[in-house]
């Protein structure tokens, strides 16, 4: 009897280690009319940083809740909210939301950001209180590309700033689009760097011979623009 309550437990504990991230999880929390929007797998160098822009789906609609997934609870994940008042969705959110990622783990990790988007008339657009009332300018604008990498391709991307604006940064990050964390070990096989020039920022991307079909990886390329 003894040796198999010893058995049960070692299997819980193994379920319990191999459990997919994050069962439950709390963008929709408490929120009506809630479009679950989940985003891709991002990759965080270790003691690294990452970014990923995510966007509601195409229409009236402004992201109300936000949560995140991580392979190591070395990660830890923020977004970037607009100035104004009262704090709500269409004032400090707008149609899409830029995650923010930093690890402290020695290894590679990942991240999955998650929205819960709501729709409202205002289609989400910026908040006129904020740009009336802040000292600081208009917040930034980010625009983002996403370039699809296969095993053994070398694929290029960019994004740029509308005329009226003016481009002050960019980035790129790997991610993988699968419903579970794939083992990080696929990021060694991608690779990608980006350059600005002009108002544009290009990405380029490529992937070994190695990298398994089945992680759907792709880089996102992203510029951020000031009104």
């Known amino acids: 009897m003894k040796a198999f309550l010893i058995a049960v437990v070692s299997l819980?504990?193994?379920?319990?280690?191999?459990?997919?991230?994050?069962?439950?999880?709390?963008e929709c929390h408490g929120i009506q009319s809630c479009i679950r929007v989940p985003g891709?797998?991002?990759?965080?160098?270790?003691?690294?940083?990452?970014?990923?822009?995510?966007t509601c789906p195409r229409?009236?609609?402004?992201?109300?809740?936000?949560?995140?997934?991580?392979?190591?609870?070395?990660?830890?994940v923020d977004f970037v909210g607009r100035l104004g008042a009262p704090v709500q969705p269409g004032a400090t959110t707008t149609r899409y939301a830029l995650f923010r990622a930093v690890s402290t783990s020695p290894r590679?990790?990942?991240?999955?950001p998650l929205l819960g988007c709501v729709p409202t008339q205002g289609g989400g657009g910026r908040s006129t209180v904020s740009a009336r009332v802040s000292p600081p300018g208009q917040s930034l604008e980010f625009r983002?590309?996403?370039?699809?990498?296969?095993?053994?391709?070398?694929r290029f991307g960019r994004v740029s700033c509308k005329p009226s604006e003016q481009l002050v940064g960019g980035w790129h990050v790997i991610a993988f689009r699968t419903k579970r964390p794939p083992p990080v070990s696929n990021a060694v096989y991608v690779k990608a760097t980006h350059v600005i020039i002009g108002k544009k920022v290009v990405v380029t991307g490529s992937a070994g011979d190695a990298l398994s079909i089945?992680?759907?990886?792709?880089?996102?390329v992203g510029a951020e623009c000031a009104p």
């Not at 891709?40 to 822009?53: C, D, I, K």
């Not at 402004?62 to 392979?71: I, K, M, N, P, S």
């Not at 590679?108 to 999955?112: D, E, Y």
């Open 144 to 154: 983002s590309r996403i370039v699809v990498i296969g095993p053994g391709t070398v």
């Open 59 to 76: 229409g009236r609609s402004v992201v109300a809740g936000l949560d995140a997934q991580v392979t190591s609870r070395d990660v830890r």
């Open 12 to 26: 819980l504990a193994m379920a319990a280690a191999l459990a997919p991230a994050g069962a439950a999880t709390n």
């Open 108 to 112: 590679a990790q990942l991240f999955q």
């Open 214 to 220: 089945d992680v759907h990886a792709i880089v996102q």
């Open 40 to 54: 891709p797998w991002v990759v965080v160098p270790a003691h690294g940083t990452s970014q990923y822009l995510l």
